[in-house]
C-alpha cells in the first residue's frame, strides 16, 4: 500500500497518471477560477487601500490644488504636516488623548480583573444574575445615562471641562473588559488554582502571581481594545469638555481644523493622517493579541 | 487529621465561619464593579426615569410635569419618527449589506493560499482608522464637487451623486463607510469559516455537490451562530449610531467644527438623523432635558429587547465552559 503511494507521488505509475492529472476542462475551470478569486481580492484591497492613499496624496498638495478636483499633487508639500503639528491645540490634544487613554486603559485593566476572576472562578448564589447584569450594561448605548451623568458630573462635581468624568469611572470596572477576560479565565483549568489554595495561597495572590501571567494575551488584547475605544471616543469629550479646547481630545479636536483652516483640505487630510497613525501602528506591533481578542468577542462567546 | 471526632463536631461553627468568609471575599473582588454598576448604571438609569417626568434646563431646580414630557415626544415631536425610520433604514440595509460583504470576503480570504494574511490585513486596517478621522476623509473623498470619487465617476462617464449632501445619497454614503470598515465582521467569519470541519467539504466533493449546494447545507449550517451574532451585535450598534452620522452632517453642511456655531444633526434634511443625535441635541443644545430623558429611555428598551433576543439565543454566553 505505501508503496503504492509513493511510486504514484513519484509519477511512474502510469495506468493511474491519467486520472492524476485533470482532464483540460477542469483545468481550465481551475484556473478561470483562480483568476476570478484573485480579481475579487485585488479590487477588494483597492477599495480599502484606496481612500488612505487619496487622503495622503491630498494632504502633500499646496493649499490651491487641494481645492481642485486633481488626484496626483503637483509639488509635494511636506511643510503641510509640520504646520498642523504646530496648530495651536494640537499638542494639548496630543496629551490629552494621551492621558485619557492611557489612564482609562490602567482603571480599567486593573479594577476589571478581580470582578472577571470572580464570576469565572468563584461559586455564589447570585453569579447568574450578575453576569446577565454584565452583559446588559455592555449593551447600553452611552446616551442612555448621560443626562444624569452630566448633571452628576458638573454640578455636583464641578468636574465639566475635564476628561476626568471619562477616566474615574473606568476605575470601576468596565463591562465588556468584564465580560471577555472572564471568558478567557474560563478556559484556565481549576486545578491550578485548586493547587494553589492547597498550598495556602490566597486568592488575591493567586490572581496575581498565576492568573495574571497565564492570561497575559487576553489582558494584552482587552487593553488594547480599552486604548483603541478611548482614543476614538467622539461622544464622551462632546459632552464633558466641549467647553474648553484646552481639554479636547484628538478625535474631538480634528474637526475644528475645518474651522482654523476654513476648507484647507490638504490641512485637514494631514491631520486626519496624523490622528490615524498611532492606532494603525499599535495595530501592526500588536496584531496577535487584537485578532485573538476580536475573534474571541464573536466565536468563543 | 488525626483527630477525627472533634473535628467533626466543629463543623458547623466552622464552617459558617468559612462561608462567612469566602462571601467576604466574594464581594471584595466584585466591589469595583458593584460600585461602578451602582453609581454609574443603576443611579443615572433610575434618574434618567424622574427627570422624563420633570421640567429641567440644568439652572433651575427641576419642576415636576408628569406625563407632559411623553406626550410631547410621542405626539409631537417629528424629528423622533423620522430618527427612527432612519435607524430601520441603516438596520435593514447597512447591517445586511455589513454582513453579507464580511462573509463574502471572509470566504475569500480562506480560498487566498499565498498573500492571505497581506489580504486580511489590508482589509482589516481601516476598521482601525478613529471613527471621526475616517467620516472626515470620507466627506472629503465623497465631496461633490471635488472629491475625488466623483472626479473618477465623472471620467468613466458615470453618475455624481451628491452623496453626504443629498438627501437621497446620505444614508448609502453611510453605508459605504460602514463597509470600509468591515474588519470586525472579516475576523469572526474568518474564524468561524476555518472551523467549518474540512471532512463534510471532502464529503460533499465525493457527492458531486455543486458550490451553492456547498455553502448551503455545510457552510451556512456551521456558521448561523456567528452570522446570528453579527447580525444582532449589528442592530445594537446601529441603536447607538452617532459619530459617524454627526461627523459626516456637521464636514458635509460647512459648519465650521466646534466653534460654537450650532449645527442641528441630521444633514441633509434629517436624514441621517439618530436617536442618540436626538438625545444629545435636546440635552445639551435646547436643553429640554426632560424630552431628552424621554428620548434616552425608547432608546434603551429596544437596545435591551436587542440584547435579550441575543441572550436567549446564545445562550453558550452564560454557561461556564
Same mark, same amino acid.
Given at each position: 500500500?505505501?508503496?503504492?503511494?509513493?511510486?504514484?507521488?513519484?509519477?511512474? %505509475?502510469?495506468? #493511474? /497518471?491519467?486520472? =492524476?492529472?485533470?482532464? &483540460?476542462?477542469?483545468?481550465?475551470?481551475? @484556473?478561470l477560477t483562480w483568476i476570478g478569486v484573485h480579481t475579487l481580492a485585488v479590487t477588494a484591497v483597492l477599495?480599502?487601500?484606496?481612500?488612505?492613499?487619496?487622503?495622503?496624496?491630498?494632504?502633500?498638495?499646496?493649499?490651491?490644488?487641494?481645492?481642485?478636483?486633481?488626484?496626483?499633487?503637483?509639488?509635494?508639500?511636506?511643510?503641510?504636516?509640520?504646520?498642523?503639528?504646530?496648530?495651536?491645540?494640537?499638542?494639548?490634544?496630543?496629551?490629552?488623548?494621551?492621558?485619557?487613554?492611557?489612564?482609562?486603559?490602567?482603571?480599567?485593566?486593573?479594577?476589571?480583573?478581580?470582578? %472577571?476572576?470572580? #464570576? /469565572?472562578?468563584? =461559586?455564589?448564589?447570585? &453569579?447568574?444574575?450578575?453576569?446577565?447584569? @454584565?452583559?446588559?450594561?455592555?449593551?447600553?448605548?452611552?446616551?442612555?445615562?448621560?443626562?444624569?451623568?452630566?448633571?452628576?458630573?458638573?454640578?455636583?462635581?464641578?468636574?465639566?471641562?475635564?476628561?476626568?468624568?471619562?477616566?474615574?469611572?473606568?476605575?470601576?470596572?468596565?463591562?465588556?473588559?468584564?465580560?471577555?477576560?472572564?471568558?478567557?479565565?474560563?478556559?484556565?483549568?481549576?486545578?491550578?488554582?485548586?493547587?494553589?489554595?492547597?498550598?495556602?495561597?490566597?486568592?488575591?495572590?493567586?490572581?496575581?502571581?498565576?492568573?495574571?501571567?497565564?492570561?497575559?494575551?487576553?489582558?494584552?488584547?482587552? /487593553?488594547?481594545?480599552?486604548?483603541?475605544?478611548?482614543?476614538?471616543?467622539?461622544?464622551?469629550?462632546?459632552?464633558?469638555?466641549?467647553?474648553?479646547?484646552?481639554?479636547?481630545?484628538?478625535?474631538?479636536?480634528?474637526?475644528?481644523?475645518?474651522?482654523?483652516?476654513?476648507?484647507?483640505?490638504?490641512?485637514?487630510?494631514?491631520?486626519?493622517?496624523?490622528?490615524?497613525?498611532?492606532?494603525?501602528?499599535?495595530?501592526?506591533?500588536?496584531?496577535?493579541?487584537?485578532?485573538?481578542?476580536?475573534?474571541?468577542?464573536?466565536?468563543?462567546? | 487529621?488525626?483527630?477525627?471526632?472533634?473535628?467533626?463536631?466543629?463543623?458547623?461553627?466552622?464552617?459558617?465561619?468559612?462561608?462567612?468568609?469566602?462571601?467576604?471575599?466574594?464581594?471584595?473582588?466584585?466591589?469595583?464593579?458593584?460600585?461602578?454598576?451602582?453609581?454609574?448604571?443603576?443611579?443615572?438609569?433610575?434618574?434618567?426615569?424622574?427627570?422624563?417626568?420633570?421640567?429641567?434646563?440644568?439652572?433651575?431646580?427641576?419642576?415636576?410635569?408628569?406625563?407632559?414630557?411623553?406626550?410631547?415626544?410621542?405626539?409631537?415631536?417629528?424629528?423622533?419618527?423620522?430618527?427612527?425610520?432612519?435607524?430601520?433604514?441603516?438596520?435593514?440595509?447597512?447591517?445586511?449589506?455589513?454582513?453579507?460583504?464580511?462573509?463574502?470576503?471572509?470566504?475569500?480570504?480562506?480560498?487566498?493560499?499565498?498573500?492571505?494574511?497581506?489580504?486580511?490585513?489590508?482589509?482589516?486596517?481601516?476598521?482601525?482608522?478613529?471613527?471621526?478621522?475616517?467620516?472626515?476623509?470620507?466627506?472629503?473623498?465623497?465631496?461633490?464637487?471635488?472629491?475625488?470619487?466623483?472626479?473618477?465617476?465623472?471620467?468613466?462617464?458615470?453618475?455624481?451623486?451628491?452623496?453626504?449632501?443629498?438627501?437621497?445619497?446620505?444614508?448609502?454614503?453611510?453605508?459605504?463607510?460602514?463597509?470600509?470598515?468591515?474588519?470586525?465582521?472579516?475576523?469572526?467569519f474568518t474564524a468561524s469559516l476555518l472551523d467549518v470541519p474540512r471532512e463534510q467539504y471532502e464529503a460533499?466533493?465525493?457527492?458531486?455537490?455543486?458550490?451553492?449546494?456547498?455553502?448551503?447545507?455545510?457552510?451556512?449550517?456551521?456558521?448561523?451562530?456567528?452570522?446570528?451574532?453579527?447580525?444582532?451585535?449589528?442592530?445594537?450598534?446601529?441603536?447607538?449610531?452617532?459619530?459617524?452620522?454627526?461627523?459626516?452632517?456637521?464636514?458635509?453642511?460647512?459648519?465650521?467644527?466646534?466653534?460654537?456655531?450650532?449645527?442641528?444633526?441630521?444633514?441633509?434634511?434629517?436624514?441621517?438623523?439618530?436617536?442618540?443625535?436626538?438625545?444629545?441635541?435636546?440635552?445639551?443644545?435646547?436643553?429640554?432635558?426632560?424630552?431628552?430623558?424621554?428620548?434616552?429611555?425608547?432608546?434603551?428598551?429596544?437596545?435591551?429587547?436587542?440584547?435579550?433576543?441575543?441572550?436567549?439565543?446564545?445562550?453558550?454566553?452564560?454557561?461556564?465552559?
Amino acid at each position: 500500500m505505501a508503496q503504492t503511494v509513493t511510486a504514484e507521488a513519484a509519477g511512474i %505509475a502510469p495506468p #493511474l /497518471a491519467p486520472a =492524476r492529472t485533470p482532464p &483540460r476542462p477542469r483545468r481550465r475551470k481551475r @484556473v478561470l477560477t483562480w483568476i476570478g478569486v484573485h480579481t475579487l481580492a485585488v479590487t477588494a484591497v483597492l477599495f480599502f487601500i484606496l481612500p488612505f492613499v487619496f487622503l495622503f496624496l491630498t494632504s502633500v498638495m499646496s493649499n490651491k490644488q487641494a481645492l481642485t478636483s486633481d488626484l496626483w499633487p503637483t509639488s509635494w508639500e511636506w511643510g503641510n504636516y509640520t504646520k498642523v503639528m504646530k496648530t495651536p491645540g494640537f499638542g494639548t490634544w496630543w496629551r490629552n488623548t494621551l492621558m485619557y487613554a492611557g489612564l482609562g486603559t490602567l482603571f480599567t485593566v486593573v479594577s476589571s480583573l478581580p470582578v %472577571a476572576y470572580a #464570576l /469565572a472562578k468563584f =461559586r455564589f448564589r447570585f &453569579r447568574g444574575v450578575a453576569l446577565m447584569l @454584565v452583559i446588559s450594561s455592555m449593551m447600553l448605548p452611552p446616551q442612555v445615562i448621560i443626562i444624569p451623568m452630566y448633571i452628576f458630573w458638573a454640578k455636583q462635581m464641578h468636574l465639566s471641562g475635564t476628561l476626568w468624568p471619562l477616566i474615574i469611572p473606568m476605575a470601576f470596572g468596565d463591562a465588556f473588559t468584564i465580560f471577555l477576560l472572564r471568558q478567557f479565565l474560563l478556559t484556565i483549568p481549576s486545578e491550578y488554582l485548586d493547587a494553589a489554595r492547597v498550598d495556602g495561597c490566597g486568592e488575591l495572590r493567586i490572581l496575581i502571581s498565576i492568573v495574571v501571567p497565564m492570561i497575559r494575551p487576553a489582558i494584552a488584547a482587552v /487593553a488594547l481594545f480599552q486604548f483603541f475605544y478611548c482614543w476614538n471616543d467622539y461622544f464622551g469629550p462632546q459632552v464633558y469638555a466641549s467647553e474648553n479646547p484646552g481639554a479636547w481630545t484628538l478625535s474631538y479636536g480634528l474637526e475644528s481644523f475645518k474651522g482654523a483652516h476654513q476648507v484647507n483640505w490638504n490641512l485637514m487630510m494631514a491631520a486626519t493622517l496624523l490622528v490615524m497613525a498611532p492606532v494603525i501602528l499599535v495595530f501592526f506591533f500588536a496584531q496577535k493579541a487584537f485578532i485573538e481578542g476580536v475573534t474571541l468577542t464573536g466565536v468563543k462567546g | 487529621m488525626t483527630t477525627t471526632a472533634p473535628a467533626a463536631a466543629k463543623v458547623p461553627a466552622a464552617l459558617r465561619r468559612q462561608r462567612r468568609r469566602r462571601n467576604l471575599r466574594t464581594l471584595a473582588f466584585l466591589s469595583p464593579w458593584l460600585i461602578g454598576f451602582s453609581v454609574f448604571f443603576a443611579y443615572p438609569l433610575g434618574a434618567t426615569v424622574y427627570y422624563s417626568f420633570t421640567r429641567y434646563d440644568l439652572i433651575n431646580p427641576p419642576v415636576w410635569v408628569g406625563m407632559r414630557n411623553w406626550n410631547y415626544v410621542l405626539n409631537d415631536y417629528p424629528p423622533l419618527w423620522q430618527a427612527l425610520r432612519n435607524t430601520l433604514w441603516l438596520v435593514v440595509v447597512m447591517v445586511t449589506l455589513r454582513v453579507i460583504f464580511g462573509l463574502g470576503l471572509g470566504m475569500l480570504a480562506i480560498r487566498l493560499k499565498r498573500g492571505g494574511g497581506l489580504f486580511r490585513t489590508l482589509s482589516y486596517l481601516p476598521y482601525l482608522a478613529p471613527p471621526v478621522a475616517a467620516t472626515i476623509g470620507f466627506a472629503f473623498l465623497l465631496n461633490p464637487g471635488t472629491g475625488p470619487v466623483n472626479h473618477l465617476l465623472g471620467n468613466v462617464g458615470m453618475p455624481q451623486p451628491g452623496w453626504f449632501n443629498d438627501p437621497d445619497w446620505s444614508k448609502p454614503a453611510l453605508t459605504l463607510l460602514a463597509l470600509w470598515g468591515i474588519g470586525d465582521l472579516l475576523v469572526i467569519f474568518t474564524a468561524s469559516l476555518l472551523d467549518v470541519p474540512r471532512e463534510q467539504y471532502e464529503a460533499a466533493e465525493l457527492d458531486g455537490v455543486g458550490p451553492w449546494q456547498r455553502f448551503r447545507y455545510v457552510t451556512w449550517p456551521a456558521i448561523t451562530p456567528v452570522v446570528l451574532f453579527a447580525v444582532v451585535t449589528g442592530v445594537i450598534q446601529t441603536m447607538q449610531y452617532y459619530t459617524q452620522a454627526m461627523v459626516a452632517g456637521k464636514v458635509a453642511s460647512g459648519i465650521i467644527g466646534n466653534s460654537g456655531q450650532s449645527f442641528e444633526p441630521g444633514y441633509p434634511q434629517g436624514t441621517t438623523l439618530t436617536l442618540p443625535q436626538l438625545v444629545y441635541e435636546e440635552g445639551f443644545s435646547t436643553f429640554n432635558t426632560g424630552a431628552a430623558c424621554v428620548i434616552s429611555l425608547l432608546l434603551f428598551v429596544i437596545a435591551m429587547a436587542f440584547t435579550f433576543l441575543l441572550l436567549r439565543r446564545r445562550s453558550g454566553l452564560l454557561d461556564d465552559d
